[in-house]
């Protein structure tokens, strides 16, 4: 190739790759552009958008509010309407009903589904007003046969509510409060009738007795005592209100303990006159732990000591160590100890011909 030549190629490769990168600058170029308008493009949608999402998210905030305030608004409602009507116990299905959408409610919250959720919340208030209203028809019928039937009284407390104990009393049925002031009966629904004195009889007696000496201070009834009416009930508390409220104090948080002595079968010669010395002992040492004693008969051969405590709650400990001490001390007798029990042996109410009598023996 002559030199002539080859000068001529190299120019003309020379301009092509002039040429070529001309052209991929052209097209960095127009890519450059193209990627600057869309985002050019892509701010002014966004510019235009934000303020929508803005609002978006700020009627979603007002939203979630809002659905909170509705659902603890109505769980508020539901506690007062049970506080005050006990709507499970009156009318149970819709309360079953009312928890189910609670939980729904709350599911729906949970999920972000505000909207749901507050108009569960205003379905809810609708069928609580529901529930409250026939509740609240359940209980004045309740009250009204109630007025009527006759009661069974197992004690007076100092309680100036109605309150139920549950189904623990005779037959299984309530045991409630019938109020008057500031005390108040604690009776159960039952026939006019005389109680026989079965153990079954006199176990459920007491049974109620220790439930209710676990919160209050008891004046306790004669057992089988029956009232003919509600009327007549309060009737009796008004007249016997200030007696009543009296030995209400003496046994304020008061229960009664029992110990007795008996002789162990192994001894065959009991020294009388030393075991009335024990007896003595036994009787001080256990009196020093209780506000009042009382001496109950004697009733068998080896039954030494029958005696019956009045003792305050907080000093039992006090007062079962002491038995306790006493067992190891004198071996030869059985201390038998019982209790808790209502104050029987110190003041107890039976209906008499004079009406409502509070006791003490």
């Known amino acids: 190739m002559t030199r002539k030549k080859y000068e001529k190629l190299r120019k003309k490769r020379f301009k092509e790759r002039e040429e070529r990168f001309k052209r991929e600058k052209e097209r960095i170029e127009k890519q450059k552009k193209a990627l600057e308008q869309r985002k050019r493009v892509e701010a002014e949608r966004r510019r235009r958008i934000k303020p929508k999402l803005l609002e978006k998210e700020k009627l979603q905030r007002e939203k979630r509010k809002k659905a909170r305030e509705a659902i603890t608004s109505v769980k508020t409602v539901v506690e007062e309407v049970e506080e005050k009507t006990k709507a499970s116990l009156y009318v149970p299905k819709m309360t079953q009903k009312i928890n189910e959408m609670l939980i729904d409610a709350e599911k729906s919250f949970g999920s972000a589904d505000y909207e749901k959720a507050l108009n569960l919340s205003y379905e809810i208030k609708g069928l609580m007003e529901k529930a409250r209203l026939e509740a609240s028809r359940k209980i004045e019928e309740k009250r009204r046969r109630r007025r009527e039937e006759a009661k069974y009284f197992y004690c007076v407390i100092p309680f100036r509510k109605e309150k139920s104990f549950g189904n623990i009393g005779m037959n299984h049925s309530e045991v409630y409060t019938v109020p008057y002031r500031d005390v108040a009966a604690v009776v159960s629904d039952s026939p006019m009738k005389d109680y026989e004195l079965t153990e079954d009889n006199t176990r459920r007696h007491g049974t109620v ?3 209710i000496m676990e919160e209050h201070t008891v004046v306790p009834v004669e057992f089988g005592t029956t009232i003919k009416n ?6 009796l ?8 409220r009296e030995w209400l104090k003496l046994v304020d948080n008061m229960v009664e303990l029992g110990v007795k002595a008996v002789l162990d079968e192994d001894i065959v010669y009991f020294d009388r006159k030393k075991g009335k010395e024990r007896i003595s002992d036994i009787l001080e040492s256990l009196s020093s732990k209780a506000k009042q004693a009382f001496m109950g008969d004697i009733f068998t051969d080896r039954l030494v000591l029958n005696a019956s405590y009045l003792v305050d709650k907080d000093d039992m400990d006090a007062f079962s160590e002491e038995v306790s001490r006493l067992r190891e001390k004198y071996s030869m007798l059985k201390l038998l ?3 808790p029990w ?7 109410i039976k209906i008499g ?7 003490k023996k």
């Open 342 to 348: 209502a104050p029987y042996n110190f003041v107890y």
């Open 237 to 244: 508390l008004g007249k016997a209100y200030d007696p009543t």
């Open 353 to 359: 011909a004079e009406g409502m009598e509070v006791t």
């Open 209 to 211: 007795l220790r439930q």
């Open 337 to 339: 100890y019982s209790g």
């Open 230 to 235: 509600e009327r007549i009930l309060r009737r």
